[in-house]
Structures are given as structure tokens and as C-alpha cells.
């Protein structure tokens, strides 16, 4: 079973950086596609970072956040930058071996990780 595992989250302050990890032992995800999500409390799990299309409400943390990967090792990063206290959530990496690259649905990916938590203090 593919299972995602994300790391580096944390305690950060605002307007600071962070840069989360993502991998899956045993699998490529050279072969798969690959989206971070994140949940804040009370609210519905949305797409970060994402290529493709997303509600509005999510364009600015889209154009904060970006990701990375380096196939040498197997890693898919996130990189977050100018955080503030609204970014405080759990991140997690999705994985789905039939999701278009810039896919933002949650439904269709299939595997998750158990997620990181982000605090941003302010």
C-alpha cells in the first residue's frame, strides 16, 4: 500500500518560510501525480500550490506556495513562503496514479498522508 509521508512542519513565525517534505517508500513518484492540501480547523481541505484551477478564495496561497521535487531521492517539497497566522493548518501530500498533473480535487486522489501540522504565530 502506498503510503505518503510528509515531514517539516511546525512552529513558524509570521512572514517566515518553510518548506515541508514528501516521499513514499517502496514507490516512484516519478509515476504518480503529486498535490499538497492543507485543513485548517472548522474548514474544508483545499489544494496549495496547485497548477490548475482553484476558487478564488485560494488564489493567494497559491501564488505564496510552490513545489518542488528531486527524483534522486525520491522527494516531493513544498515551499511556503510570507506565512501568516491563516496558514496555520494541517498539510497533508496526496498521491494518485490517475490525476493530471494540477489536478486541485481533493476527491481525486487516493492516497494520503497522515499530515504535518503548520502553526504561524503572529
Known amino acids: 500500500q502506498l503510503r505518503p509521508v510528509e515531514s517539516g512542519g511546525g512552529l513558524v513565525q509570521a512572514g517566515g518560510s518553510l518548506t515541508l517534505s514528501c516521499t513514499a517508500s517502496?514507490?516512484?513518484?516519478?509515476?504518480?501525480?503529486i498535490q499538497w492540501f492543507r485543513q485548517a480547523s472548522g474548514k474544508e481541505r483545499e489544494a496549495v500550490a496547485c497548477k490548475g484551477h482553484v476558487a478564488e478564495s485560494s488564489v493567494d496561497v497559491n501564488s505564496r506556495f510552490t513545489m518542488s521535487r528531486d527524483n534522486a531521492v525520491n522527494m516531493r517539497y513544498l515551499h511556503m513562503r510570507n506565512l501568516t497566522p491563516e496558514d496555520t493548518a494541517v498539510y497533508y501530500c496526496?498521491?494518485?496514479?490517475?490525476?493530471?498533473?494540477?489536478?486541485?480535487?481533493?476527491?481525486?486522489?487516493?492516497?494520503w498522508g497522515q499530515g504535518t501540522q503548520v502553526t504561524v504565530s503572529s
Open positions: 517502496g514507490y516512484n513518484l516519478d509515476h504518480y501525480t
Open positions: 496526496a498521491v494518485d496514479f490517475y490525476a493530471d498533473d494540477g489536478n486541485c480535487n481533493v476527491a481525486d486522489y487516493y492516497y
